[in-house]
């Protein structure tokens, strides 16, 4: 029972990480990554491929609510999933070099345990061996997901929504790759890697990073020196790790530009309407050309279709962070988000359609 519980809480420690950095890199720091999946790879490294797949699971079901995601994008827990058993395979095909640090072979830390199987001298690599096999496994990592994130993609697009469901941010490649009449699959993979490879390179290395830091403290507190002035068990420390966890993803909910509630505001020909973004709702707003089409869904707001000719304003995707804009400019249509504070003071503009 007690392992059950350890495990239990390692996953949900990492399933509330992962959300705070996603909030950190995309509403902080406002930066074009995905960084939902950092911590999927660091309790793998950790804790094994139960406790990565674990981690993943509890990130999308119990978590992605909060971020009222539609329900086709639930097909991405897949793309999680794949994390854990990239990083799991890398772990047995270099177990050296994706050792968790200490002499100990990954995955060891399994449910609250300190078990750890250790290595020969012989078996250890340096940290040159290491920075190379976790470059290799970031690129086979990008290329993966960003080869099964575009298959979901399509999916979703072909079978469930009628238009895309992208983020303007972080899919800025999408729309230049729409315009050149690629087929939609390789325009869904494709538009991803740009945004993997940095992802990719972060997460892996940094949750590497974490699973040796975490490694580290297990085995020291539990050694006998400090057993009886510190008394603190391997389930103690998830505990605590969890503690900080939601506190990460409380200050990044709050302190993140545009914290309260957002509306979506429709400007044309001197006319504004406004909108709460968790509204749903299809908007037509006239304009010279004839009628755009603005779709505010899953807390979102995307033009569906509109009259001009580049179709740029279709292609660039959903908006949804306080000072995100879409324009179509031959019809004379604007589409931003308001509330809160913006970084760098003004808004950005992410599509213009001419």
């Not at 996603?22 to 790879?41: E, G, K, N, S």
């Not at 139960?50 to 991405?76: E, F, K, M, Q, R």
């Not at 050296?96 to 250790?118: D, I, M, N, Q, Y």
């Not at 790790?241 to 509630?261: E, F, I, N, R």
Request: proline share 5%; aromatic share 8%.
């Amino acid at each position: 029972m007690k392992k059950i519980a350890g495990f239990a809480v390692w996953a949900l420690t990492g399933a509330l990480l992962n959300l705070g950095a996603m909030f950190l890199f995309q509403d902080a720091l406002r930066l074009p990554l995905f960084m939902d999946t950092m911590f999927t790879v660091a309790f793998t490294f950790f804790g094994g491929l139960p406790c990565g797949i674990a981690t993943a699971l509890i990130s999308h079901l119990v978590i992605n609510p909060l971020l009222s995601t539609d329900l086709p994008n639930y097909l991405y827990i897949f793309c999680s999933i794949a994390v854990a058993l990239i990083t799991a395979l890398f772990m047995r095909l270099f177990p050296a070099e994706c050792s968790a640090g200490l002499g100990r072979r990954p995955g060891a830390a399994f449910a609250g345990t300190l078990r750890f199987g250790r290595l020969s001298p012989r078996e250890d690599s340096g940290i040159f061996d290491r920075i190379a096999i976790l470059f290799v496994l970031s690129l086979a990592m990008c290329v993966g997901i960003s080869l099964l994130g575009g298959i979901i993609s399509t999916l979703i697009e072909t079978f469930f929504t009628p238009r895309n469901t992208y983020d303007a941010d972080i899919f800025i490649f999408r729309k230049m790759l729409a315009r050149k009449g690629l087929p939609l699959l390789l325009v869904e993979v494709l538009c991803r890697i740009p945004v993997n490879i940095l992802d990719r390179l972060i997460s892996v290395f940094g949750g590497y990073g974490f699973a040796r830091a975490l490694t580290a403290l297990t085995v020291r507190i539990r050694r006998p020196a400090y057993k009886g002035s510190m008394g603190l068990t391997v389930l103690d420390i998830g505990v605590i790790v969890l503690a900080l966890g939601a506190v990460l993803v409380s200050a990044a909910a709050v302190y993140a530009p545009g914290a309260g509630l957002p509306l979506v505001v429709v400007e044309s020909g001197g006319r504004r309407w406004e909108f709460p973004l968790d509204a749903t709702e299809t908007v037509a707003v006239g304009g010279p050309l004839g009628d755009t089409l603005v779709e505010l869904r899953g807390s979102q707001a995307r033009i569906i279709s509109s009259p001009c000719a580049g179709q740029n304003c279709v292609a660039a995707g959903a908006i949804r962070r306080h000072g995100q804009q879409l324009a179509c400019l031959p019809n004379r249509v604007m589409v931003s988000v308001q509330g809160g504070g913006s970084p760098g003071g003004g808004p950005e503009l992410d599509a213009a359609s001419w």
